[in-house]
C-alpha cells in the first residue's frame, strides 16, 4: 500500500464520513471499490469465485476507519470468511490524514488455534513488508497443512446444533448421535458447535455472533463440511452456504447419504433416489439465479423455460417414474408374503434402533453369515432366514432397516416397500442396545415409527442386548424392569430365554398354538437356512 493510496482513501473518507476502500489484486491493480457507512463496510458479492484448499483469494482489502481504532471483529471474520490476503484499516487524525495501518492476515492454526495474525501499526509510509514473497510463503504453508489433515482421513466437518428448547440431557444424547451418524458416513469430527437459543435463527440458525465464530472455526480446523443436528429450511441452506463458502448440510442429508453409501440392491438404490429427489425438490426454488437463465426460445425471442423449471420438472418426472417401480416392487413382496403365509410359518421380526445389534441377533440365532457392522444403517434391505425348532417347527426371522429419531419422512415414505415387510410379522424382537445413555428415547422412537405404519398393535417382545458392556448384574436388573430380556448376541448369553419367551408369545398367545413352549428349544440344536 502505498502512502499515496492511503491518503486518497482517508481524505475522501472524511469527506463523506463513510468507510471507504478497495479490493487490490497481486498485481497491484484495484479490482474494486467500497463505499460503506461511518461503522461498517461491506464488501462485494463473489458468486461463484472461490480459493481452493490451501489457497488464498489472491485480493487485499484495504479500507479506512473513521477513527483510529485498530481492525475490529467483523474485519477479522472477513479475512478468514473471505481468505483475503491481507486486510488493512487505515485510521486518520482530526484533518483526514492518515495516521496508523493496522494489518492482518491469515495463517496456519497454532497449537491454540490461532489462525489470525495482526502486525504491529505503523503509518503507511513505513510498512515495509515483501508482500509477494510473505504471500507465497503463506500459501505454502497452508498447503501443507491441508495435506497434511486429508492423508488417511475422509471429509472433515464441524457439527453444529442448536438446543432450541431441548433438554440438557436430550441435547447430549443427540450430539452424541450426530457424530456416530458422521462417523458411519466416514466423516472425521474436527469439532462440535453449541448455541443455547428459544429457537432458531429464520436465516441462518444460528445467531449472528456464532456464526461468525463458525466460520473462524471452520478455517481454523481446516474443514470441507458443517453438519447440522437439525434440519435446515431451504433458505436457511442456502444462507449459510453463501455465508461460509463450505457445504453444509443437515441431519436429513447425512441420514441419506448414509442410506445411499449402504444401497447395495436395485431395490434399495430405488428408495434411496426417491427419497433424495423428494427431500431436493423444494431446495431446487432455493438455488441461486444462474439457474434461472433462459434455455429456450427460437431463436431467443420467447421466454422458453428457465434452467431452473427445467431442472424441477425433470425431477419431477424421475420421481413419478421411481414411484412407478416401487409400487411394483411392493407388489412383487406382498405376492412374497402371501406365498410365505399360505405356507403357515410364524414370522419373527428383529426391529429396533439403527445400531443395536439386530443382524448379530439374527446371525446368531440362525447361525448365519449375515453381513455384521459396528455402522448406523448397516442393513437396508430385508434379510429372512429360517430357524428351525425341535418338533419339525420352522419359524422365519427378519432383519430390516433400523430406525431413528426423528426418521426423515420422505425416507419412511420412500421405504414403504420395505418397512411393510414388517407387516407380516407375528411378534416383533424390539432390540436395544442396553448400553445406550437414552435407552427410554430410543425405545419411544422405534415404536412412534412402527405406530406412523400402523403396527403398534403387533406383540412385542423387548430384548435389551449388548448386556457385556454392562456391570455384572445391570442388565438383568434392566430387563427386569422393563420387562424384558437381557441377551449379548456377541456371545450368546441369554438366547434360551429369548426363544422360550418368543415361543411363549408365537404359540402359546398367538396363531401356532400346536406346541408348548417348554419342549420346543435346545438351542444347541438350532441352524438356519435361507428363508
Not at 445389534?357 to 439374527?362: C, D, E, I, N, R
Request: charged share 30%.
Amino acid at each position: 500500500m502505498t502512502h499515496d493510496l492511503a491518503r486518497e482513501l482517508t481524505l475522501l473518507s472524511h469527506a463523506t464520513g463513510r468507510q471507504v476502500g478497495v479490493l487490490v489484486d497481486r498485481r497491484g491493480a484495484v479490482t474494486h471499490a467500497m463505499v460503506g457507512g461511518p461503522h461498517s463496510i461491506e464488501l462485494p458479492d463473489w458468486g461463484r469465485m472461490r480459493a481452493g484448499p490451501g489457497r488464498l483469494r489472491g485480493l487485499r482489502c484495504i479500507h479506512t476507519h473513521l477513527g483510529n481504532e485498530g481492525l475490529t471483529r467483523d474485519d477479522l471474520t472477513d479475512l478468514a470468511l473471505l481468505r483475503l490476503d491481507a486486510m488493512v484499516s487505515v485510521g486518520m487524525d482530526a484533518s483526514g490524514l492518515p495516521d496508523r495501518a493496522f494489518t492482518a492476515t491469515l495463517r496456519a492454526a497454532n497449537d491454540e488455534g490461532a489462525t489470525v495474525q495482526q502486525l504491529p501499526p505503523r503509518p503507511p509510509s513505513l510498512v515495509d513488508l515483501d508482500f509477494q514473497r510473505f504471500i507465497r510463503d503463506l500459501e505454502e504453508e497452508l498447503a501443507r497443512t491441508t495435506r497434511a489433515r486429508t492423508v488417511g482421513d475422509g471429509e472433515r466437518a464441524i457439527l453444529v446444533s442448536v438446543t432450541a428448547g431441548r433438554r440438557a440431557e436430550d441435547h447430549e444424547a443427540a450430539i452424541a448421535e450426530l457424530k456416530e451418524l458422521a462417523r458411519s458416513a466416514g466423516v472425521v469430527v474436527a469439532d462440535v458447535v453449541t448455541q443455547h437459543r428459544p429457537r432458531m435463527d429464520p436465516k441462518y440458525a444460528l445467531g449472528e455472533g456464532k456464526l461468525q465464530d463458525l466460520v473462524i472455526r471452520a478455517f481454523q480446523r481446516g474443514v470441507d463440511l458443517v453438519i447440522f443436528d437439525q434440519n435446515l429450511t431451504p433458505t436457511q441452506a442456502r444462507n449459510l452456504g453463501e455465508r461460509m463458502e463450505l457445504r453444509v448440510i443437515d441431519r436429513t442429508q447425512l441420514i441419506l447419504d448414509i442410506f445411499a453409501q449402504r444401497a447395495s440392491t436395485r431395490d434399495g438404490k430405488l428408495q434411496v433416489e426417491l427419497a433424495q429427489l423428494r427431500y431436493r425438490l423444494p431446495r431446487l426454488s432455493q438455488q441461486d439465479l444462474g439457474l434461472s437463465r433462459l434455455g429456450a426460445g427460437i431463436g431467443g425471442r420467447g421466454p422458453g423455460e428457465t434452467k431452473l423449471e427445467v431442472d424441477r420438472r425433470r425431477v419431477r418426472d424421475r420421481i413419478a417414474r421411481l414411484e412407478r417401480e416401487l409400487t411394483h416392487l411392493r407388489r412383487e413382496r406382498e405376492e412374497r408374503r402371501r406365498r410365505r403365509d399360505r405356507r403357515g410359518l410364524p414370522v419373527l421380526s428383529i426391529v429396533g434402533y439403527t445400531n443395536a445389534g439386530k443382524s448379530t441377533l439374527l446371525r446368531a440365532l440362525t447361525a448365519s453369515d449375515v453381513r455384521v457392522e459396528d455402522r448406523m444403517f448397516a442393513t437396508l434391505d430385508p434379510t429372512s432366514r429360517r430357524l428351525r425348532f425341535p418338533r419339525e417347527r420352522d419359524v422365519i426371522v427378519t432383519d430390516t432397516v433400523g430406525f431413528i429419531r426423528d426418521l426423515p419422512v420422505d425416507l419412511v415414505a420412500a421405504f414403504r416397500a420395505t418397512l411393510e415387510e414388517l407387516d407380516g410379522a407375528d411378534v416383533f424382537l424390539h432390540v436395544v442396545d442396553a448400553s445406550a445413555p437414552d435407552i427410554e428415547r430410543r425405545i419411544a422412537a422405534v415404536r412412534r415409527v412402527l405406530g406412523e405404519i400402523g403396527l403398534e398393535d403387533t406383540p412385542e417382545l423387548l430384548v435389551f442386548n449388548q448386556i457385556d458392556r454392562l456391570a455384572p448384574g445391570d442388565g438383568a436388573a434392566l430387563a427386569e424392569r422393563h420387562g424384558a430380556v437381557a441377551i449379548s448376541a456377541l456371545h450368546g448369553s441369554g438366547l434360551r430365554e429369548l426363544l422360550e419367551r418368543a415361543a411363549t408369545l408365537l404359540f402359546e398367545e398367538g396363531h401356532h398354538r400346536s406346541a408348548g413352549a417348554g419342549e420346543l428349544f435346545a438351542l444347541t440344536a438350532a441352524g438356519g437356512t435361507s428363508a
